[in-house]
Protein backbone atom coordinates (compact mmCIF):
# COMPACT_ATOMS: atom_id res chain seq x y z
CA UNK A 1 0.00 0.00 0.00
CA UNK A 2 1.44 3.64 -1.13
CA UNK A 3 1.33 5.79 2.02
CA UNK A 4 -0.68 8.81 1.61
CA UNK A 5 0.77 12.23 0.38
CA UNK A 6 1.75 14.50 3.59
CA UNK A 7 -1.44 17.34 2.97
CA UNK A 8 0.36 20.78 0.88
CA UNK A 9 -0.17 24.38 2.84
CA UNK A 10 -3.23 26.15 0.85
CA UNK A 11 0.10 29.43 1.70
CA UNK A 12 3.01 29.18 2.53
CA UNK A 13 6.15 31.70 2.42
CA UNK A 14 9.61 30.46 2.45
CA UNK A 15 12.63 33.19 3.28
CA UNK A 16 9.68 35.81 2.72
CA UNK A 17 11.88 39.12 3.06
CA UNK A 18 10.91 42.77 2.81
CA UNK A 19 13.12 45.91 2.96
CA UNK A 20 12.15 49.43 2.53
CA UNK A 21 14.26 52.31 1.52
CA UNK A 22 17.14 49.91 2.47
CA UNK A 23 16.13 49.38 6.01
CA UNK A 24 14.72 45.81 6.30
CA UNK A 25 10.70 45.75 7.22
CA UNK A 26 10.77 41.56 7.78
CA UNK A 27 12.27 38.55 7.33
CA UNK A 28 13.12 36.08 6.70
CA UNK A 29 10.43 34.68 7.59
CA UNK A 30 9.15 31.47 7.26
CA UNK A 31 5.50 30.00 7.16
CA UNK A 32 2.60 28.07 6.42
CA UNK A 33 -1.22 28.04 6.75
CA UNK A 34 -3.57 24.85 5.77
CA UNK A 35 -7.41 24.64 4.19
CA UNK A 36 -9.53 24.93 7.48
CA UNK A 37 -7.01 26.81 9.73
CA UNK A 38 -5.99 30.84 10.69
CA UNK A 39 -3.11 32.19 10.96
CA UNK A 40 -2.73 34.78 14.13
CA UNK A 41 -0.45 37.69 12.81
CA UNK A 42 0.91 39.63 16.08
CA UNK A 43 3.70 42.32 17.17
CA UNK A 44 3.53 45.71 17.64
CA UNK A 45 2.91 48.87 15.75
CA UNK A 46 5.59 49.02 13.08
CA UNK A 47 6.50 45.59 13.28
CA UNK A 48 5.29 45.00 9.78
CA UNK A 49 2.45 43.78 10.03
CA UNK A 50 0.25 45.20 7.49
CA UNK A 51 3.39 45.44 4.96
CA UNK A 52 3.43 41.65 5.17
CA UNK A 53 -0.23 41.50 4.52
CA UNK A 54 0.38 43.75 1.17
CA UNK A 55 3.65 41.88 0.22
CA UNK A 56 1.52 38.55 -0.12
CA UNK A 57 -1.99 40.46 -1.76
CA UNK A 58 0.72 41.29 -4.35
CA UNK A 59 0.14 45.45 -3.86
CA UNK A 60 3.93 45.35 -2.64
CA UNK A 61 6.96 43.50 -3.91
CA UNK A 62 9.25 41.61 -1.70
CA UNK A 63 13.14 42.42 -1.68
CA UNK A 64 13.47 38.32 -1.28
CA UNK A 65 11.88 34.92 -0.85
CA UNK A 66 8.59 32.33 -2.09
CA UNK A 67 5.15 32.30 -1.97
CA UNK A 68 3.16 29.38 -3.12
CA UNK A 69 -0.21 28.39 -2.92
CA UNK A 70 -1.27 24.66 -3.24
CA UNK A 71 2.42 23.98 -3.40
CA UNK A 72 3.20 26.17 -6.35
CA UNK A 73 5.30 29.11 -6.27
CA UNK A 74 3.14 32.10 -8.15
CA UNK A 75 3.45 35.42 -9.85
CA UNK A 76 1.41 37.87 -8.62
CA UNK A 77 -1.09 37.87 -10.74
CA UNK A 78 -1.91 33.95 -10.38
CA UNK A 79 -1.58 34.85 -6.21
CA UNK A 80 -4.47 37.62 -6.78
CA UNK A 81 -6.84 35.31 -7.60
CA UNK A 82 -6.18 32.92 -4.79
CA UNK A 83 -6.17 36.11 -1.95
CA UNK A 84 -9.05 38.70 -0.85
CA UNK A 85 -7.59 41.66 0.96
CA UNK A 86 -9.39 43.29 3.67
CA UNK A 87 -6.94 46.46 4.33
CA UNK A 88 -7.08 49.40 6.65
CA UNK A 89 -8.93 51.57 4.21
CA UNK A 90 -12.82 49.85 2.84
CA UNK A 91 -11.63 50.60 -0.70
CA UNK A 92 -15.31 51.49 -1.61
CA UNK A 93 -16.11 53.95 -4.48
CA UNK A 94 -17.94 56.58 -2.12
CA UNK A 95 -20.54 58.12 -4.53
CA UNK A 96 -21.99 54.21 -5.75
CA UNK A 97 -24.72 53.15 -3.32
CA UNK A 98 -23.30 50.11 -1.25
CA UNK A 99 -24.78 47.35 -3.00
CA UNK A 100 -23.69 48.59 -6.45
CA UNK A 101 -20.35 48.70 -4.44
CA UNK A 102 -20.26 45.67 -4.02
CA UNK A 103 -21.71 44.39 -7.79
CA UNK A 104 -19.01 46.34 -8.75
CA UNK A 105 -16.23 44.48 -7.22
CA UNK A 106 -17.90 41.21 -8.04
CA UNK A 107 -17.73 42.39 -11.27
CA UNK A 108 -13.81 43.14 -11.03
CA UNK A 109 -13.33 39.88 -8.81
CA UNK A 110 -15.79 37.31 -8.96
CA UNK A 111 -18.18 35.81 -7.02
CA UNK A 112 -18.55 33.08 -4.22
CA UNK A 113 -20.84 30.57 -6.01
CA UNK A 114 -24.69 30.46 -4.52
CA UNK A 115 -23.79 33.81 -3.04
CA UNK A 116 -26.02 37.26 -3.46
CA UNK A 117 -24.68 40.37 -2.99
CA UNK A 118 -28.23 41.12 -1.14
CA UNK A 119 -27.94 38.54 0.93
CA UNK A 120 -24.23 38.92 1.96
CA UNK A 121 -25.52 43.01 2.86
CA UNK A 122 -28.10 40.55 5.32
CA UNK A 123 -25.00 38.88 6.91
CA UNK A 124 -23.20 41.63 7.84
CA UNK A 125 -26.32 43.49 9.34
CA UNK A 126 -26.77 46.14 6.50
CA UNK A 127 -30.42 44.84 5.01
CA UNK A 128 -31.86 48.03 4.35
CA UNK A 129 -29.10 50.09 3.56
CA UNK A 130 -28.97 49.13 -0.22
CA UNK A 131 -29.11 52.29 -1.53
CA UNK A 132 -26.94 54.09 1.09
CA UNK A 133 -24.02 55.86 -0.56
CA UNK A 134 -20.87 54.73 0.95
CA UNK A 135 -20.07 57.76 1.48
CA UNK A 136 -22.98 58.11 4.02
CA UNK A 137 -21.85 55.35 5.86
CA UNK A 138 -20.20 55.33 9.18
CA UNK A 139 -16.67 53.55 9.80
CA UNK A 140 -18.33 50.44 11.41
CA UNK A 141 -20.76 50.16 8.43
CA UNK A 142 -18.24 50.65 6.10
CA UNK A 143 -16.10 47.69 7.86
CA UNK A 144 -19.20 45.82 7.96
CA UNK A 145 -19.76 46.21 3.84
CA UNK A 146 -16.18 45.58 3.95
CA UNK A 147 -17.14 42.25 5.06
CA UNK A 148 -19.37 41.75 3.02
CA UNK A 149 -17.41 41.99 0.14
CA UNK A 150 -15.18 39.36 1.69
CA UNK A 151 -17.70 37.04 1.93
CA UNK A 152 -18.92 37.43 -1.71
CA UNK A 153 -15.17 36.74 -3.12
CA UNK A 154 -14.35 33.68 -4.20
CA UNK A 155 -10.68 33.45 -2.98
CA UNK A 156 -9.87 30.90 -0.70
CA UNK A 157 -7.14 32.79 1.65
CA UNK A 158 -8.55 35.78 3.12
CA UNK A 159 -6.02 38.39 4.24
CA UNK A 160 -7.56 40.34 7.29
CA UNK A 161 -5.69 43.16 8.68
CA UNK A 162 -6.70 44.84 12.03
CA UNK A 163 -10.14 43.16 10.73
CA UNK A 164 -12.06 44.24 14.50
CA UNK A 165 -11.15 47.99 14.30
CA UNK A 166 -14.44 50.01 14.20
CA UNK A 167 -16.85 47.04 14.94
CA UNK A 168 -19.26 46.86 18.71
CA UNK A 169 -18.87 43.74 20.51
CA UNK A 170 -21.96 42.56 17.84
CA UNK A 171 -19.30 43.23 14.85
CA UNK A 172 -16.51 41.47 16.65
CA UNK A 173 -19.22 38.70 17.17
CA UNK A 174 -19.71 38.82 13.00
CA UNK A 175 -16.13 38.61 11.96
CA UNK A 176 -15.65 35.52 14.30
CA UNK A 177 -18.69 33.72 12.50
CA UNK A 178 -17.77 34.65 8.93
CA UNK A 179 -14.21 33.60 9.62
CA UNK A 180 -15.55 30.06 10.78
CA UNK A 181 -17.34 29.58 8.35
CA UNK A 182 -15.07 30.05 5.58
CA UNK A 183 -12.80 27.98 7.53
CA UNK A 184 -15.37 25.12 7.42
CA UNK A 185 -15.49 25.66 3.87
CA UNK A 186 -12.15 24.67 3.38
CA UNK A 187 -10.43 27.97 2.80
CA UNK A 188 -7.84 29.78 5.41
CA UNK A 189 -7.45 32.94 7.02
CA UNK A 190 -4.39 35.48 7.73
CA UNK A 191 -5.86 38.05 11.00
CA UNK A 192 -3.14 40.70 11.92
CA UNK A 193 -3.74 41.96 15.60
CA UNK A 194 -1.33 43.90 18.08
CA UNK A 195 -2.97 41.92 20.86
CA UNK A 196 -6.04 44.49 21.46
CA UNK A 197 -8.43 41.11 20.37
CA UNK A 198 -8.84 38.08 20.96
CA UNK A 199 -7.93 35.59 17.42
CA UNK A 200 -10.70 33.86 16.14
CA UNK A 201 -12.17 30.69 17.89
CA UNK A 202 -10.60 28.28 14.85
CA UNK A 203 -7.84 26.19 14.85
CA UNK A 204 -4.77 28.71 14.98
CA UNK A 205 -1.31 28.80 14.11
CA UNK A 206 0.48 32.30 15.30
CA UNK A 207 3.44 34.49 13.58
CA UNK A 208 4.89 36.71 15.85
CA UNK A 209 6.74 39.90 14.14
CA UNK A 210 9.21 41.71 15.85
CA UNK A 211 10.45 45.43 14.61
CA UNK A 212 13.61 45.20 12.76
CA UNK A 213 16.97 46.15 14.72
Known sequence: MTAPSPSVPLLSA??????????????????????????????????????????????????DGRIEIDGHATVTPERTRALAYLGHLPALKADLGALENLEFLCGLHGRREGQSAEAAMRIVGLDGYQDALARQLSAGQKKRLSLARMWLSPAPVWLLDEPYANLDLDGIELVNRMVQAHLREGGAALVTTHGAYAAPPVRTRELLLRRAA
Open 14 to 63: RGLRFARNDEPVFGPLDFEVDAGEALLIRGDNGAGKTTLLRVLAGLLRPE
